[in-house]
């Protein structure tokens, strides 16, 4: 397969050995990879819209592959859970976080994501919080992200889980919201933190005419439900003016940035002496 711009594989025109060969070369790449550390946490900003503070940074995953180069989660995440490593994976990556975030200014809070395969694990929150303390991380810095489809899974179970981490004060945040099917009911009996609206809704702003009804909607609903909310995919000054009009909200995008690795963010942090 040829590897075109960034992240994005072509599988067509490939015969089907080679597909196969292809798909197993990968398997055993990211494997491998795990195993020697090619696995990094990038970090993209968020902030407070009204004051411009940047609030917190969440972790996106990028292989830095020797043969590939540059790889986003796009990619390697769902070959990761189909493959069983998801979860070793994603330990090691919010270990490194931990050890990474532990610099920053201690008001700044740490986001994760948790892939649903995580969340069909019956220890998944125990092992989580043992990170914490095995990295001496303060539980009230990190917020998980958990998306819609994992509300398909067993929601007794989902329930227990957030309450668990929440106990703890862990921060617990309904993920790409607008994307997939849960019911007011569910969210109302879910005990999250805050809900995350999916870029393809705020992307509606950039066109002038557009005020954005149905952010609107989303924003209202939260209200209704005391959720605070954050916009991600903001990705320009009017996309951040249109926002601002509509609420008190955190947001993210590449207005603000590009997920950066953990260097790029202490030298940020450094420039604003926030370390
Ligand atoms: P997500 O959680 O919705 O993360 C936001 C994605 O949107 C990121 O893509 C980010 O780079 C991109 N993005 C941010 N701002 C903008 C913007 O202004 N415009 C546009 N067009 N895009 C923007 P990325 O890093 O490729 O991550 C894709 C998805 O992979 C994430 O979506 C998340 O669901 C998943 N992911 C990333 N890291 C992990 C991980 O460690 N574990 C798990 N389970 N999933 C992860
Ligand atoms: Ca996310
Ligand atoms: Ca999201
Ligand atoms: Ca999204």
Not at 21 to 48: H, S, T, W
Not at 142 to 168: A, F
Not at 210 to 232: C, F, H, Q, W, Y
Request: proline content about 4%; aromatic content about 8%.
């Amino acid at each position: 397969a040829k590897k075109q711009g960034k992240n994005r594989f072509y599988w067509f025109e490939m015969p089907m050995e080679n597909e196969l060969r292809f798909r197993n070369e990968l398997e055993a790449g990211i494997r491998r990879g795990i195993a020697l550390g090619e696995f990094k946490p990038y970090y993209e900003q968020q902030v407070d819209l009204e004051s411009g503070q940047l609030v917190g940074f969440e972790m996106l995953a990028r292989w830095e592959s020797p043969e590939l180069g540059l790889v986003g989660p796009d990619i390697f995440i769902p070959i990761a859970e189909e493959i069983g490593v998801i979860g070793e994976l994603s330990e090691r990556l919010i270990a490194q976080a931990f050890e990474d975030a532990k610099e920053w200014d201690s008001e700044i809070s740490l986001s994760v994501n948790i892939s649903p395969v995580q969340m069909r694990d019956p220890w998944f929150a125990q092992k989580l919080l043992k990170l914490l303390v095995k990295h001496r991380f303060p539980a009230n810095r990190l917020d998980i992200e958990i998306t819609e489809s994992c509300l398909h899974e067993n929601i007794g179970m989902v329930r227990s889980m957030i309450t668990s981490l929440r106990n703890q004060g862990v921060q617990v945040s309904l993920d790409d919201f607008g994307t997939g099917y849960s019911s007011l009911s569910q969210l109302r009996s879910l005990p999250f933190d805050r809900l995350k609206i999916d870029r393809s809704f705020i992307s509606e702003l950039k066109e002038s005419d557009n005020r954005g009804k149905l952010v609107d909607a989303i924003i209202s609903m939260g209200d209704g439900l005391k959720l605070p909310i954050t916009a991600e995919g903001v990705e320009n000054e009017a996309v951040l003016e249109a926002l601002k009009g509509m609420g008190k909200l955190k947001g993210q995008g590449y207005h603000y940035g590009r997920p950066e690795p953990a260097d790029k963010v202490i030298e940020r942090l450094a420039a604003q002496d926030r370390l």
